[in-house]
Structures are given as C-alpha cells and as structure tokens.
C-alpha cells in the first residue's frame, strides 16, 4: 500500500476529518510507535541507561515545546516565561506528593493546573499589549517567578530551593530505573503530541491561527480575542506545567535551576530550529537542541585528545563557552537560511520524494 | 551604610540610587536608539557593554598605551562592530515575524558569551580608571567618585544625543525614520544606512557603558545582566524615548536602591532584582507605552 497522493477522493467525513489520511502517513506512524515502543529493548539488552536518559530528557523537552510552539507558532503571542511556567508545575508536583502524599499523577495534573493557572494570569496583559512589549511581560514573568521560588521558603522549599519527592509508583510499579521511566514519559509524550496535533486543527487552534495572522480580521469574523489569547496561554502553560512536573519525578527533585530564564530560551530555540506553527518541529527541534550538546561534547573532546593531545580537564572551560558560541551562532543561521526551521526541511524531503522518480 | 530608618539614610539610598540610574540610562540609551529607528529590541545591548568591558580592560592592561587612545580605539571597534551586526544579521531578517528577531539578538548575544569566554577567558578582569576611591563627602551623603564620573559621562552623552537629534541632518533623518519608515523613503532618506547608523551609535552607547560599568563591576559575564536590568528601564520611560530612558533610568535606579535598603532586612536580600520588574509588569499594565513613549492606539 505504498500508493500515493493523486487527488482527495474521501467518501466519508469520518475519514476526510481523519488526523492522517494517506495510507502511507498511517503506515508510518504506526511504524514509528511501534519503533518507540520497542526502542529501550537494545539499550536495555546493553544496559545503557545512560543512552535511555538521553531519550528521556528529549521526549520531556519536546512536551515542552510542542506546549510553547502552540502559543508562540500557532498563536503568534511571545513568551520568554516557559522556563518558568514549567516550575510552577514542578514545584507544585513536588509540593503536593511530598507534603500531601498524593500520587504522582495527581501530581502532574495539579501542575499542569496550577501552571495553566499562573500562564493565564501573565497571559493577561496580552490583551492590551503585544509583540515586544508582551515579550518583555513574560520577561518578567520569569524573573518574578524564578525570585518567588528562591525567597519563599514554602513554595520553594527553603534551602538551594529544591524540594525532594520520592520515586512514582503506579500499581505498584516503581519508575525506578531509566526505562521504565521512559514508559512513563511516552505516554505523556504521545498524549500531548496527539492532543495539540488534534488541537491545532478544531476551531480553537484556527481562531489561533487567525490571531496570529491577523488580529484585527479574527476579532472582525468573530474570533473572541479575549478568550482565545487566555486560552493559548493556558494550554501552553499547562503543557510547560506537566513537562514540569515530570521533570520533578524524574529527577526526584524539584530544583530551580531546570527551569532557568535559560531554560526558556533554549525551547524558543528549539521550536524556531525546528520550525514555529508545526508539532512535529516542536519535536524535531527539541531532538536538535538536546543532542547538539552532547554531540559537540563528544567531538571536541575527541578532536582535542586525539589531534591535540589535550586532556579533558584543559577542555572543559573551553567546552561549555564553545557550546553556548555554536548555540547562539546556529539560531542566527537558522533564522536567516531556513526561517521555517527543521519541519520545513522534512516537508520538503517529502515533497521531493512525492514526486520521485518522475519529477517535473 | 547609616542606621535605617533616619532621613540621612533614605537620602543616601536616594542620591547612590540616582546615580545608578544613570548609569542605567547609559545602556537603555544604545536600547532605545535602535528601537527607535528600526523597532527591533536588542536583547544582545547588554552582552555588547560586557564586550566593551573586556576590551577596555584587556587594552588596560598593555603597556604603554594612554587611556584616551584606548577609548578612542575602544568607540571607534564597537562602532564598526555595530555596523558590521547590522549588515550581517539584522538586514536579513527585515520582514521576518517579531519572535524571529528577537531570537536573532538572543542568539548574537549568546555567541558573544561565547566568543569572549573564550577569547579573554571566564574569570574576572579588573579594570581599573585613574579616579580616586575616597568617597566624597556631601552633607550626610557619601558618593564615590567613579558615580560621578560616571554621572558626567552619562549627562554628556545624553546632551550630545539630543543635539544630534535635533540639530544634526542626520539625527533629524533618523527620527524620521523611527516615525514612518515610507515617507522617510519618499523624501529621499535612505532608510538603510540610518538602521546601520543607529546601530553604530548603539555600538557607541555600548562601549560608553562598558567602560563605567567595568570599573564599577570588573569585567566578567555579569555586564551582560545589565541588559537585561534595562528592561525595566525603557519600559518606563518608554521604549522610543531617550528622555524617556534618563528619566526611567533615574526613577528605577531610586526605586530599587531605596526599595532594597528597607526592604532586603525581611526578605533576605535580592530586592534589587525583583521590584524593577514587578514595576515594569504594573507599567505594562496601566500605561504600557511608558512615560514618554510614542502612544500607538490600537482596538482589538
């Protein structure tokens, strides 16, 4: 059944309204969750945690960025304060299963919660400001909430502001090694990519779009720009709420230093490398971002030890500023050759093959 | 410090505050002037002061070499380095969405962090200018001199840019510019050399700034924090406004320096980096084109 596109020729509305309805788009996605399902079986046969770690943070951060991507790609508001929405879902996860002893999903809900809770109310002055000046809000967002959680012991758990949680069990299963805890994180992470691809194309994610193309015509055909800037502003916080809050079981600590101005940069990085206004970016960029230190990591230390003769202790320094130099320098590269990011470069890998061998 | 609570001691955060301010006034200067003529936000303004602060300091420490040449060789590199980001990163990115060039300036300043840990190292540079330690004495206030220079420098700075603003031909052109950038084009301005003009003397604001800021701070990667303590600033003067940052910088630096002497016995210090920004959420909340800022109306 590799046949291809040659018209829309649906018969029904259940299959037009279908997420994908190209056999070949449903082979392959069933193909991938298959791959994703059985992907720890060869680390696990090697016992490489360290490998499935790695995975594990990339699907965590792609929660994360698909959250940013629809508010900032889908809905053109700005926001610098993911860093810190992602905290208020972690600390508070860490606050109710430590102190209440709730479950960890109860945890991830009441994060998710509060931090779409917290996003709406930052998100209010989206109503009567914009671009830069919303940029700059959500700015202060993210100082105001980073400085809460380091000087109110409550929230923030007093010393070095981290909170300890203990390791989620469910049905007495404990998430105790690296991949059980991917088990856990995919669920999460097929949930919130499903759920914002479905989002992105119902009536709520086209009044998104609407705003973001142009405000002014939205509110003209009937968009309530009121409600639906709130709204991206909550589902954006609630995804950064529960990456959060997963973030905090999987570390087993909730620690401030996750979820840095930093940290907020680092997904706009993600979602413009990988492209804005496309789940799948979101994705791709967050796979570019976390594995683009770790590569670099590698090579240069190969690089030094191998033609240099330098030991890695000489390189360290060096290291971390290096990274953060090709980080900087790889956005503006990406923004001024491919604006549209990593997704547009698979869009046109598709398109190209669409064709193939008969192109023209 | 003098005992909390006398007037002595909320004149002496008052007067130590202003002239933080404006120094802060400094930086939003180069902030605002590219804002103004090519409405892009700079978020690597601070990380250009930090590159100014370790070339001043590392032309310093040569040998031989007289302060004013190292000043002169300092305004004239970060002006043609201003030149230089406008022409290689800026210009591509006229007509991409806002969140695109926003993230361009983020990423600029991340490679100069980058560039300049690596170059000069991580550590801090001491940088050292011929001004005395003493403080001076005025009635009950002590104000270390590197304030006052810095003060002058600021003022003299702030009154040049005015004149140029609006004595000079080119000052003239740019504010143009800044208020419609096709009827600027019309009347035969062109558009393009004044966006890289306006980075130049942002380049200029910058290396101004790092010198001061340098000698107050040291060279180190925390000059670059000061970028970002200059939000606050614009916001309140309003973002297109150069009286606009000199007042906001003046207020914001009296604000946070009296809000931190009362406030940081209670809650264990950091006042200084918070209430700038709960001010700045408010502003943006109640007159968010700040002070003197151009007021765009706008009903959605």
């Known amino acids: 059944m590799i046949n291809r596109e040659a018209g829309v020729f649906q018969t029904s509305y259940s299959s037009d309204m279908a997420l994908y309805t190209l056999p070949l788009a449903k082979i392959t996605v069933w193909v991938t969750l298959g791959l994703l399902l059985i992907l720890p079986l060869p680390l696990m046969l090697g016992n490489n945690e360290h490998a499935m770690s790695i995975v594990n943070t990339i699907a965590l951060a792609a929660i994360g960025a698909i959250g940013l991507n629809i508010l900032n790609g889908y809905t053109g508001q700005i926001s610098l304060g993911q860093g810190a929405f992602m905290a208020v879902g972690g600390y508070t996860a860490a606050i109710v299963s430590s102190r209440y002893g709730m479950p960890f999903w109860f945890g991830i809900l009441a994060g998710g919660g509060m931090a779409a809770l917290v996003g709406t109310l930052f998100g209010i002055p989206s109503l009567r400001i914009k671009g830069l000046y919303l940029a700059i809000a959500t700015l202060a967002a993210q100082l105001i909430i980073e400085w809460t959680i380091n000087h109110v012991s409550w929230i923030g758990g007093g010393a070095q502001s981290s909170i300890y949680v203990d390791t989620p069990t469910f049905l007495g299963l404990a998430f105790n090694n690296e991949f059980r805890r991917y088990y856990l994180i995919l669920v999460f992470f097929l949930l919130a990519y499903f759920a914002a691809q479905n989002l992105v194309r119902s009536r709520v994610g086209r009044a998104f779009i609407a705003i973001r193309d142009r405000d002014v015509a939205a509110e003209i055909i009937g968009v309530n720009i009121f409600k639906y800037k709130l709204l991206a502003f909550a589902v954006s916080s609630f995804y950064a709420g529960v990456a959060g809050a997963l973030w905090t079981y999987y570390l087993r600590i909730a620690n401030y230093e996750n979820f840095t101005l930093g940290v907020s940069i680092e997904y706009l990085t993600m979602i413009i490398i990988g492209g804005l206004g496309s789940v799948l970016g979101s994705v791709l960029g967050a796979i570019f971002i976390k594995l683009l230190p770790i590569v670099l990591d590698l090579s240069v230390i190969r690089i030094a030890k191998g033609v240099f003769g330098i030991p890695y202790e000489s390189v360290a320094n060096f290291l971390a500023n290096f990274q953060l130099f090709i980080f900087g320098a790889l956005i503006i590269l990406f923004l001024i050759a491919e604006p549209e990011g990593l997704a547009r470069l698979w869009e046109n890998v598709k398109r190209y093959f669409r064709l193939w061998p008969y192109a023209y | ?300």
């Open chain 2, 1 to 300: 410090m003098k005992v909390s609570g006398t007037m002595e001691f909320f004149i002496d955060l008052m007067t130590n505050g202003l002239l933080v301010g404006l120094m802060y006034a400094l930086v939003a200067v180069g902030f605002v002037l590219i804002y103004k003529a090519t409405s892009i936000i700079n978020f690597a303004q601070g990380d250009l002061v930090m590159l100014a602060g370790y070339g001043a300091a590392v032309m310093l420490g040569l040998r031989g070499l007289p302060l004013w040449l190292m000043v002169l060789i300092l305004c004239i590199g970060m002006i043609a380095l201003g030149f230089v980001l406008e022409r290689g990163i800026l210009r591509p990115m006229i007509g991409q969405p806002l969140v695109s060039v926003i993230m361009v300036t983020i990423g600029l300043s991340f490679v100069l962090q980058g560039l300049v840990a690596i170059v000069w190292g991580a550590g801090t540079r001491k940088l050292e200018l011929p001004v005395p330690l003493a403080p001076y004495v005025v009635g009950p206030v002590f104000i270390s001199p590197i304030n006052v220079v810095a003060a002058v420098i600021a003022l003299v700075f702030l009154i040049a840019f005015g004149l140029f603003f609006t004595r000079s031909r080119l000052g003239v052109a740019m504010r143009a510019v800044a208020d419609d950038q096709q009827a600027s084009m019309v009347v035969g301005i062109r558009v393009s050399r004044v966006f890289a003009l306006s980075w130049a003397i942002a380049g200029l604001a910058a290396a101004a700034g790092g010198i001061i800021w340098g000698n107050m701070l040291g060279a180190s990667s925390l000059l670059s924090l000061v970028g970002l303590k200059v939000f606050p600033v614009v916001i309140l003067g309003g973002l297109d406004s150069i009286g606009g940052a000199i007042v906001g910088g003046l207020i914001m630096g009296a604000v946070e320096s009296v809000a931190a002497g009362y406030l940081d016995p209670y809650v264990g210090g950091g006042t200084k980096d918070f209430i700038p920004y709960v001010l700045m959420i408010l502003v943006l909340f109640i007159r968010p084109y700040g002070i003197w800022g151009h007021e765009t109306i706008e009903r959605v």
